[in-house]
C-alpha cells in the first residue's frame, strides 16, 4: 500500500474546537439544518477503520506535501477543529503525468463496536501536473450503528492536472455525517467531486470548489434520495479567483415519506475572474405529500465580461411523463419507476467509475420500490 496513512491528535486544535460554540440554524450557512438536534457530547472520538485499495503504484506522498495542502483548508466551524483535532490522514500523491486507469478505493466503515462514537477522517489528494486518475471515497456502516463521523476531503490539482473524485454514502439510518470538502484547481486543471448520498440520518456535505489558476475549470454533481426521517444537506461554492476559468454544477435528489433535503449554492465571481463561465442547477422531486425540499441558488459577481445561471425545482413527478407512459399500458407503479430511473440518468451517466452505476441504480430503485409496496399495500 502507497497511500501514506497517519493518525495524530493535535491538542491545540482540540482547545480550539472546546472554546468554539456549536453551529445553529439561525446562521445561513446552517439554514434548515438539523444541527440543534445533535449532541457532540454524546459521541467519543474513537480510530478509523479504514481500507485502500488502487494505490500500490504509487510513492509515498511527501508529508511536507500534505502538510502544505492541508495549511490550505479553510475552518469554518467546530467540527473542522475536531477533524484537525482527531483526525486520521489518508494521503494520495499522483506524480506528474502518471495517468491511472483504475479508481483508487478508500473505504470507511463504522462497525456495530463503533456505537457511540465520533469518527473523524480526512482524505488528502495531490494531483501532480498533467496526471490523471479518480479517487473513490465509501462511507459504510453496520445498519444498527449510532454514530458519528465528520469526514474533510482537501483536494488539490496542479497545472493540467485531471482529478476525479467520488464519494458515496452508503451508512446506516442512525448515522450523522457531517463532510467537509475543498478542492483546489491550478492553471488549465480539471477537477470532478461527485456525490452520491443515499444513506445515513442526517448526512450534510458543504463544498467549496476553487479555480485559481487561468483556464481552470470544475464540475460538481450529486444523487441523492432521502426516504423515511432521513435528510440531505449540500451547501456548495464555486469559486472563481481566476480569469477564464469555467465551473458547472448539476444536483438532483428525491425525498419520499417524511424524509427531507437541502440544497444551498454560490457561484462567487471575483474581481479578477473576467471571462469566467458558471452554471448551477438543482432538480428535486418529492415523491410523498409529506416529504420536503428546499433550494436556494445564489450569484456573486463581481466583474463583468461573464456568463453564469443558476436554475431551481422542486415539485412531484410530471404528470404528463406519467399520462404517457400509462396511456401505453405501463401500470402505474412500473411508470413511477421509470420516470424517477430517468430523472437520475444524466446524473448517473457523468460518475466517474462506470462500474459503480449498476449498483447504485439498483440501491435507487431499492429505495422507490419500498415506497411503491407501502404505497399499494
Not at 448520498?197 to 470548489?209: H, K
Request: charged share 20%; proline share 5%.
Amino acid at each position: 500500500m502507497s497511500a501514506l496513512l497517519t493518525h495524530a491528535i493535535d491538542p491545540a486544535a482540540a482547545e480550539r474546537a472546546a472554546a468554539m460554540s456549536m453551529p445553529s440554524p439561525e446562521q445561513e450557512v446552517w439554514r434548515y439544518s438539523r444541527i440543534a438536534e445533535l449532541d457532540l457530547a454524546s459521541y467519543a472520538p474513537a480510530a478509523v477503520r479504514t481500507t485502500i485499495s488502487g494505490a500500490d503504484s504509487l510513492p509515498v506522498a511527501d508529508p511536507s506535501l500534505v502538510a502544505e495542502i492541508v495549511a490550505g483548508m479553510t475552518v469554518h466551524d467546530v467540527f473542522d477543529e475536531l477533524n484537525a483535532a482527531y483526525q486520521y490522514t489518508v494521503a494520495i500523491s499522483v506524480p506528474a503525468g502518471k495517468v491511472l486507469d483504475e479508481p483508487i478505493v478508500i473505504t470507511h466503515h463504522i462497525a456495530l463496536e463503533d456505537n457511540g462514537r465520533a469518527l473523524y477522517p480526512r482524505l488528502v489528494i495531490h494531483g501532480g501536473q498533467d496526471s490523471e486518475f479518480t479517487v473513490v471515497e465509501r462511507f459504510e456502516s453496520h445498519p444498527d450503528v449510532d454514530a458519528l463521523i465528520a469526514p474533510r476531503l482537501v483536494l488539490h490539482a496542479a497545472q493540467a492536472a485531471r482529478v476525479s473524485y467520488l464519494g458515496v454514502n452508503l451508512l446506516g439510518d442512525k448515522v450523522w455525517q457531517l463532510g467537509h470538502q475543498q478542492a483546489t484547481g491550478e492553471r488549465d486543471s480539471t477537477t470532478l467531486l461527485a456525490t452520491v448520498a443515499l444513506g445515513g440520518d442526517y448526512a450534510r456535505v458543504r463544498t467549496d470548489a476553487r479555480l485559481v489558476g487561468q483556464g481552470g475549470s470544475t464540475k460538481q454533481i450529486a444523487l441523492y434520495y432521502a426516504d423515511g426521517h432521513q435528510m440531505h444537506d449540500f451547501r456548495t461554492l464555486q469559486d472563481h479567483i481566476a480569469p477564464r476559468t469555467s465551473s458547472d454544477l448539476l444536483f438532483k435528489g428525491a425525498v419520499q415519506d417524511t424524509a427531507k433535503s437541502v440544497y444551498t449554492g454560490l457561484i462567487r465571481i471575483r474581481e479578477a475572474a473576467k471571462g469566467s463561465v458558471a452554471y448551477q442547477t438543482n432538480r428535486n422531486l418529492t415523491l410523498s405529500e409529506g416529504a420536503w425540499a428546499e433550494s436556494v441558488p445564489n450569484l456573486d459577481i463581481r466583474t463583468n465580461e461573464v456568463k453564469c445561471s443558476h436554475a431551481s425545482t422542486v415539485g412531484p413527478i410530471d404528470d404528463e411523463q406519467r399520462f404517457y407512459l400509462e396511456s401505453r399500458g405501463i401500470p402505474p407503479e412500473v411508470a413511477e419507476r421509470l420516470v424517477v430511473l430517468g430523472f437520475f440518468d444524466d446524473v448517473l451517466s457523468l460518475l466517474p467509475v462506470g462500474g459503480l452505476r449498476a449498483d447504485l441504480r439498483t440501491r435507487v430503485a431499492a429505495k422507490l420500490q419500498r415506497r411503491i409496496v407501502e404505497v399499494t399495500a
